[in-house]
């Protein structure tokens, strides 16, 4: 349904009639109004707006990578680059049987670790609860944290994980994408890990660039050497 | 701007302002989104010669803790005129006018931001004013509004404003500096184009409910051309190398 795409900003109408407004826009009488700065995408019934800017929102079941900032006796606080601290209940980690007096929450994470979290719980009344009692989920041991715009994780991840899938085999690096704009990435040696890095620093300042996928291969293939 | 001639004619008999300007004539405005690393969102307009720099923050933590409201998100402005952007050295503290006019912006710009969707957080907007010459609030809304966009604020519609006045018995649009000092009215319109609705109107002077009425319906005119500029910013800034 990607032929009635539009670039809209606020206020913008992007359409009228019986359609159910998603992401992004607004039902104002009869006019359905974007309220972000994006591309507007028109489906059977519904309608939504991609944003190109904005801070992360958490949403429930995004995966996102965190920085531990401050414990209490019976949680952590995370930096999940939100306006919202991710909240991180010590019972998750340690499990039912947690005790305040037993268990040292600095034991199994301290400030400045990074995790890869998943929300879990999330409304506007409070904070983001999020959980790393799954797998692939935990602290991250290894790896450089590479910061982009939340905005631009999409075209990072690509169709289908095209893009991402390209990097990690042109690299050999494990690539974890946070939702929220944080990436990890790992790898065995120190030219991969490099290539990684510059390849989805440059997925995030190209990202309006048509070819970008070409010119990543490109890249990596060591065709680029400016 | 203290070179120009204080004893102009404000409007001759060809109707030509003192700035050369046909009386619904605005001054040459240049918007540009964007520009700031370190903001979250940024404007900068041209509009004359005024030169404003917007720097948006936020969505993010409010502090003072007390401010934060459970129910929505707050919006703070903050509006600032350097030492050097006008004739004679302002002192850099806020002054009475500034607070005002820092509260004029932030309620014209309420009705558009969509905060009830962040709550217990703040959003910071920070306006600069580099160079004054009349009508910096209504350029500073302009440019905010813009900036807010930037930032990635949800919002209703976008905030154009200009200002309409009365020089020399007649209707005009956009006051500068000497038609702002010497001029009869002075009114500043913020007008959200698509949903229709005036945001911010203010009045100095003295008018007659039929100057009233028209000066309006001129400033909510001249709010639809400062409208066109910001689509043109922030498409220029997103879309630019694009085809639509």
């Known amino acids: ?226 | 701007m203290g070179g120009r001639d204080a004893t102009m004619v404000l409007l001759d008999e060809n109707g030509i302002r003192c700035d050369g300007r046909k009386i619904d004539e605005p001054r040459k405005i240049m918007i540009k989104a964007g520009g700031l690393k370190n903001a979250d969102g940024s404007a900068y307009i041209e509009f004359g010669d005024n030169k404003i720099l917007v720097g948006v923050f936020g969505p993010r933590d409010v502090h003072p803790k007390h401010m934060s409201n459970t129910d929505t998100g707050i919006l703070r402005v903050r509006y600032h005129m350097e030492p050097f952007s006008v004739g004679e050295r302002k002192r850099p503290a806020p002054s009475r006018r500034e607070i005002e006019i820092s509260k004029v912006i932030k309620e014209a710009l309420e009705p558009a931001v969509m905060l009830e969707k962040f709550p217990r957080t703040a959003v910071d907007v920070f306006i600069e004013v580099l160079q004054a010459d009349g009508g910096t609030r209504c350029a500073a809304l302009t440019a905010a509004s813009v900036a807010l966009a930037d930032a990635g604020i949800p919002m209703r519609d976008m905030v154009a404003a200009i200002a309409s006045g009365k020089v020399a018995d007649t209707i005009i649009l956009d006051v500068n500096n000497e038609e702002d000092q010497a001029g009869q009215a002075d009114m500043p319109v913020g007008y959200m184009p698509s949903l229709k609705k005036i945001t911010l109107l203010q009045l100095d002077g003295v008018l007659t409910p039929e100057e009233y009425k028209k000066c309006v319906d001129v400033g909510v005119k001249g709010c639809e051309i400062v409208y066109e500029l910001q689509k043109k910013a922030l498409h220029d800034k997103y879309f630019g190398n694009r085809k639509d």
Request: proline share 4%; net charge negative.
């Open chain 1, 1 to 226: 349904m990607a032929d009635k795409r539009k670039y809209v900003i606020p206020g913008d109408i992007v359409t009228s009639g019986p359609f159910r407004p998603e992401q992004n826009v607004v039902l104002e009488g009869n006019n359905i109004i974007a309220t972000a700065v994006g591309i507007s995408e028109i489906y059977d019934d519904s309608v939504k707006v991609i944003p190109l800017t904005g801070k992360y929102i958490p949403k429930i079941n995004d995966l996102v990578i965190g920085k531990v900032i401050s414990h209490t006796s019976l949680s952590w606080e995370l930096d999940v680059n939100s306006c919202y601290v991710g909240f991180l209940p010590a019972q998750d980690v340690f499990g039912r049987d947690f005790s305040t007096h037993a268990d040292e929450l600095s034991s199994k994470l301290k400030t400045g670790d990074l995790v890869a979290a998943r929300i879990a719980n999330f409304d506007r009344t409070r904070d983001p609860l999020v959980t790393i009692s799954d797998r692939d989920l935990g602290k991250i041991d290894d790896g450089v944290l590479v910061k982009i715009s939340p905005s631009k994780v999409p075209r990072l991840i690509g169709k289908k994980g095209s893009m991402i899938q390209m990097i990690e085999m042109g690299t050999n690096a494990a690539v974890t994408i946070g939702q929220n704009g944080w990436v990890v990435v790992s790898c065995e040696t120190d030219e991969g890990l490099l290539k990684a890095k510059k390849a989805i620093e440059m997925v995030n300042e190209k990202a309006h660039i048509a070819n970008l996928t070409d010119l990543i291969k490109d890249m990596l293939d060591g065709k680029d050497e400016s």
